[in-house]
């Protein structure tokens, strides 16, 4: 993962911990008072929610600890791990950029790529001017490296 990846983890992690969890355990609070457990669907919705929080919090504490940071290299000359590459869809003409990331940073609304996805399976090790195929579930498509940063 980057180091941006990690630290937008450790956050998460950490508002979990001081900001939801506490908020969590006083809407438990409340819906207790509200009486009998067995018909309160507040107090059974609340735990529902502590549960699901609890998970998270467990998978991101597991995911942090096994973590290993991978710095975007320095080299600007070949498409790898942290790269930020622009390339045009051969078939469209369409250009945009994206970033090489692990799989728990990729969004692709943010032009964030998983490294195992087909596109930046595909660019990975390429350089600029090249052309790559992209065999992805939609079909095959060729995309050219513009420029690497």
């Not at 991978?70 to 369409?94: M, N, Q, Y």
Request: net charge negative; proline share 4%; aromatic share 2%.
């Amino acid at each position: 993962m980057t180091e941006q990846g990690l630290a937008d983890l450790e956050a998460e992690l950490e508002r979990l911990k001081t900001v939801d969890r506490p908020r969590m355990a006083e809407e438990i609070r409340t819906a207790r008072s509200f009486g009998d457990l067995k018909e309160n669907a507040e107090y059974h919705e609340a735990k529902r929610a502590q549960g699901h929080l609890e998970t998270r919090i467990a998978r991101l504490t597991a995911q942090l600890r096994g973590a290993v940071v991978i710095d975007a290299p320095g080299d600007a000359s070949v498409v790898s791990f942290g790269s930020r590459v622009a390339v045009r869809d051969e078939a469209t003409g369409r250009e945009a950029t994206y970033t090489i990331v692990g799989p728990t940073e990729a969004d692709a609304a943010t032009g964030t790529l998983s490294s195992s996805s087909p596109v930046a399976r595909a660019l990975l090790g390429s350089h600029p001017g090249e052309t790559v195929t992209v065999v992805a579930p939609a079909g095959t498509r060729q995309m050219t490296v513009l420029e690497i940063s």
